[in-house]
């Protein structure tokens, strides 16, 4: 299923994936730091929500409490238990 979740307190002003199952595919941001970005999307390629968050969730961005890698595990996370609702 395809999801569309706006960010907060990120360069990046909203993240696009697809879910299928438990697992990642298709993601893209829009706006944040280009490269970065593309290659993050390229490394969660397959990987399960779960495995994701345990990499990536709670990782901060400089001054702020949050980033774009954060940012998608919350989002992954929401979109993964709207499906189980």
Avoid at 5 to 22: P, R, V, W
Avoid at 30 to 35: A, H, K, L, M, V
Avoid at 39 to 48: C, I, K, N, R, Y
Wanted: hydrophobic share 35%.
């Amino acid at each position: 299923m395809k999801y569309t979740y706006k960010t907060n307190g990120t360069c990046s002003s909203a993240i696009d994936f697809e879910l299928e199952g438990n697992v990642i595919h298709g993601v893209s941001f829009t706006g944040g730091c280009n490269g970065n970005l593309k290659a993050l999307s390229a490394l969660v390629e397959g990987m399960t929500v779960e495995e994701y968050e345990i990499k990536c969730k709670g990782i901060s961005c400089g001054f702020r409490s949050t980033s774009c890698s954060d940012q998608l595990a919350l989002a992954l996370r929401q979109a993964l238990d709207n499906q189980k609702a």
